[in-house]
């Protein structure tokens, strides 16, 4: 019923009185780093951000790179953006110019994660095939009403990417997100008239724009709220696999109340 209350809070302009709710997860089972899960959990208001993001992996090493529990909150009029640890129970204050520096990706600490896939056989340079099945059976997912689609991308019969992707005709809340996550990061980066948020573009839409640009396949229509997506190469265990799904996504009243932290958090110098 949550959504009926949104369009109606949309519909009548009082968006000045609502804070929009962003929670997704991905999970990654990839070479090297195994199995580890990723949970970003947002509320934005007008004037007001907070977010938090979790990384828990499974392997030991893994768990000693990745693993973290961190968040961030911005309030429109103050200076600087408070972030912290929730497992340390600590807190700093981090100005903008630092915030909006662009990453030093030399550094041993970046936490990037890229992969390839490529063959080293000349006879697989043929351009790959796309097909595409579904797109007619609603299916509930999270509350969402979507479609889903499965595209196979294949190299050779060896090799072969697939999606599993479900999706939404309309996401307007997540505009309304967008929107509001980009009103209050420019008043803090004084450098830029508008700071861009980053989209998540995850999608066999993309991928296949970017191998084959002249592809007669039509993109999927709509916005993908979760989406698998599986790397096979010799084998039916997949070499990689990657999901995403928005396990939350709502409108409610501001509550400037839920924008802070414990009290018991300690501050810190964080260089």
Not at 144 to 169: G, L, N, P, Q, Y
């Amino acid at each position: 019923m949550k959504r009926i209350w949104i369009f109606l809070f949309l519909t009548f302009g009082f968006s000045q009185n609502i804070q929009v709710h962003y929670k997704y997860k991905m999970n990654f089972n990839i070479p090297v780093f195994g199995a580890f899960t990723t949970m970003y959990d947002q509320t934005v208001a007008p004037g007001f951000l907070k977010a938090e993001e979790k990384i828990k992996a499974e392997r030991f090493y893994a768990r000693w790179l990745m693993n973290g529990e961190t968040g961030e909150i911005m309030i429109s009029g103050t200076e600087k953006i408070l972030k912290y640890d929730k497992e340390k129970e600590e807190y700093w204050l981090e100005s903008p110019e630092d915030y909006f520096k662009a990453p030093d990706t030399s550094s041993d600490d970046t936490k990037s994660i890229s992969f390839s896939f490529s063959s080293d056989d000349e006879k697989d340079d043929a351009p790959p095939k796309f097909t595409r099945t579904g797109g007619k059976e609603i299916e509930s997912v999270h509350g969402f009403r979507t479609k889903k689609w499965i595209t196979t991308i294949a190299f050779s019969e060896e090799k072969v990417m697939v999606f599993e992707e479900w999706f939404v005709d309309k996401l307007p809340l997540m505009r309304l997100s967008d929107s509001l996550e980009s009103s209050i990061k420019t008043k803090y980066n004084s450098d830029q008239d508008t700071v861009e948020i980053e989209q998540f573009e995850f999608s066999s839409n993309i991928f296949i724009r970017e191998m084959d640009s002249l592809t007669t396949l039509k993109p999927i229509p709509g916005y993908a709220v979760k989406i698998n997506f599986l790397v096979y190469e010799e084998s039916v265990v997949p070499k990689m696999a990657v999901g995403f799904e928005i396990l939350e996504l709502y409108a409610e009243p501001v509550d400037t109340g839920y924008f802070v932290i414990p009290e018991f958090y300690e501050r810190i110098e964080n260089d």
